[in-house]
């Protein structure tokens, strides 16, 4: 647990030391279960983390342990000691969900996610289409696709990710529940991409490794399940950059997504490609077209009402819930801000 609180805080072991006045050595043997720290070391280590004392002593730590599935979409420019801190925060989230399926019925709501049985010899096409009938998907683009995972029991939790190089990242927590973690700081069509490609993770990857291949297949599972071959497949012959705007309002996908579409199923030639792409530069950064005026939304609630199951049906107070989770007054109320619950930010790091 100390381990935890420190990386989460962005904090190495020599910086951790120095706030403490001990040396390197010391923190090394507390994490390491070499030797016990005494009653006022932990009584700074909770000032310098900002966990409360109970949250050393957490008797449930595998609901903290690393997630037995775990992919996150990340670029090259992400150092080890920002990865190591973005891990941290997924191993609480995991931790969080848990504790707060822990104490939910699941005629109360929450049950098992109801993806497919048998994905042997089926490529990620395939996949997408099969689970899109199995969830009976109706035609057409997917308006909030937050809402159709949510409803098949899948938390999304739309949080800042401290880190611009990390688009999303999905698990399992300890007691199978799965979560797609996204960053919010992004345009929405991209938001909504992200949030496809994990799915195609949970979907096809019982693993975490890390591998090209995998990404290539969550791209393709996510592509075919925002934009269906068959349906899509006429609007993009004869592709002009001019007509990108309109079919980005209708499927909420990126112009960019739309030339890699048409690509993908054989309506471009290489060269015309490379053509569009030059066309989009200047919309690199930031595309045209305001999604959200054309009926898109990603607005996540599952977590947020087991927040309110605990606080209505339950009968616990905030107070209560805080200390079940074992955060301060400061990163609890940021963390109901993020559930649409409270004010304030989410886990402002230490550096």
């Known amino acids: 647990m100390l381990e935890l609180a420190r990386s989460s805080r962005g904090i190495t ?18 994490e390491h279960n070499l030797r016990e720290p005494n009653e006022d ?18 008797q449930e730590i595998d609901v903290y ?13 992400l150092k080890a000691v920002s990865r ?18 822990d104490a939910i019925e699941i005629e109360d709501g929450i049950a098992s996610p109801d993806f497919l049985e048998d994905i042997s010899e089926a490529s990620p096409e395939d996949l997408a289409r099969q689970l899109r009938a199995k969830w009976r998907v109706p035609n057409g683009p997917i308006r909030n696709l937050t809402t159709l995972l949510e409803n098949h029991k899948i ?8 880190n611009e190089n990390v688009d999303g990242y999905s ?36 693993d975490c490794l890390p591998d090209a291949e995998r990404e290539k297949e969550a791209h393709r599972f ?15 012959i004869n592709l002009r950059i001019e007509g990108l705007m309109a079919l980005k309002a209708r499927w909420g996908c990126s ?9 993908h199923l054989g309506l471009l030639s290489e060269e015309r490609y490379k053509s569009i792409l030059i066309g989009l530069s200047p919309y690199r950064k930031k595309e045209p077209v305001d999604l959200a005026k054309h009926g898109f939304v990603e607005k996540p609630q599952l977590l947020g009402m087991m927040m309110q199951y605990h606080l209505e049906e339950v009968a616990m107070t905030a107070t209560q819930v805080r200390d079940m989770l074992h955060l301060n007054d400061g990163d609890f109320s940021q963390l109901m801000l993020t559930l649409g619950l409270g004010s304030g930010g989410m886990f402002i790091s230490h550096r």
């Open 84 to 101: 190591t801190q973005l891990e941290s925060h997924f191993r609480l989230l995991g931790g969080w969900v848990n504790k707060l399926q």
């Open 255 to 263: 112009m960019a997504a739309l030339v890699q579409r048409a690509r």
């Open 65 to 77: 342990l690393p997630p037995v599935q775990g992919h996150y979409r990340k670029k090259a420019a």
């Open 222 to 236: 996510a592509a075919e399940f925002l934009m269906p071959g068959h349906e899509i497949h006429d609007q993009l």
């Open 13 to 30: 072991q020599k910086e951790l030391a120095t706030l403490l006045n001990r040396t390197q050595a010391a923190v090394s043997q507390w």
């Open 41 to 58: 070391d932990i009584s700074l280590l909770s000032t310098a983390l900002d966990y409360p004392i109970s949250f050393f002593y957490q």
């Open 155 to 162: 938390v999304v939790a739309k949080t800042w990710l401290f």
């Open 171 to 206: 698990f399992h927590t300890t007691s199978g529940m799965p979560v797609i973690y996204v960053n919010r700081e992004v345009d929405l069509d991209r938001l909504r991409f992200n949030i496809a490609h994990e799915l195609g993770h949970l979907v096809m990857h019982s």
